[in-house]
């Protein structure tokens, strides 16, 4: 089983400002990678896919990158609909997803 | 455009079987894509349970494996769950989820619905 990890557990963030969050895998999921947001009360909904890859209809301030073991995932300028949780999904092989990272205000 | 649906018994009995189906509408479920069953207790974070071909291959969480079946209806254009000798444990929000072609992970979810195990 490949564990994923991510940090921060929450990230406090004014509107406008840049968001960076970390996700690592315990061992190589290649760019098997995917990124949710999932607000109170929702389902999750895909951001990124492939680990760079931006979902249908997702904003260009979301951006990810990274392969192997070590996953960024980038939010240019918080917009107030950003404040959720973020989960990295690997797909390497049966998926697991990391813990998240609660993204609220400063 | 494609929507997912879940439904079935909101309360189950410790010991018992855990049943939902997920309706498939406004596409076919014999599309080129893979469905699954995606659940998160609450507070908790995303847990996959298994997923279904129109084929008929079906794949499952090896921590799960003994206790899960998967089945797909076309006639019904739907899918289901069932999850045998629950605990509370099992007590989490249960969404379906449509696969994104060419990978696995999950483009389209349903709305969810919680299931707790109590007697």
């Known amino acids: 089983e490949r564990v994923m990890t991510q940090s921060p557990a929450t990230l406090s963030v004014s509107p406008g400002e840049r968001a960076t969050l970390s996700c690592r895998a315990s061992?190589?999921?290649?760019?098997?990678l995917a990124w949710f947001q999932q607000k109170p009360g929702q389902a999750p909904r895909l951001l990124i896919y492939?680990?760079?890859t931006r979902a249908t209809g997702i904003p260009a301030r979301f951006s990810g990158s990274g392969s192997g073991t070590e996953f960024t995932l980038i939010i240019s300028s918080l917009q107030s609909e950003d404040f959720a949780v973020y989960y990295c999904?690997?797909?390497?092989?049966?998926?697991?997803f990391g813990p998240g990272t609660k993204v609220d205000i400063k | 455009q494609v929507q997912l649906q879940e439904s079935g018994p909101g309360l189950v009995k410790p010991s018992g079987t855990l049943s939902l189906t997920c309706a498939v509408s406004?596409?076919?479920?014999?599309?080129?894509?893979?469905w699954s069953w995606v659940r998160q207790p609450p507070g908790k974070g995303l847990e996959w349970i298994g997923e279904?071909?129109?084929?008929?291959?079906?794949n499952y969480n090896p921590s799960l494996k003994s206790r899960v079946s998967i089945s797909l209806d076309k006639s019904k254009n739907q899918f289901s769950l069932n999850l045998s000798s629950v605990t509370a444990a099992d007590t989490a929000v249960y969404y379906c989820?449509?696969?994104?072609?060419?990978?696995?992970?999950?483009?389209?979810w349903g709305q969810g619905t919680l299931v707790t195990v109590s007697s």
């Open positions: 061992q190589s999921v290649s760019s098997n």
């Open positions: 989820a449509r696969g994104l072609y060419g990978a696995k992970t999950f483009d389209l």
């Open positions: 999904q690997q797909y390497n092989n049966w998926p697991t």
């Open positions: 492939g680990a760079s």
């Open positions: 406004g596409g076919s479920i014999s599309s080129d894509s893979w």
């Open positions: 279904i071909y129109h084929s008929g291959s079906i």
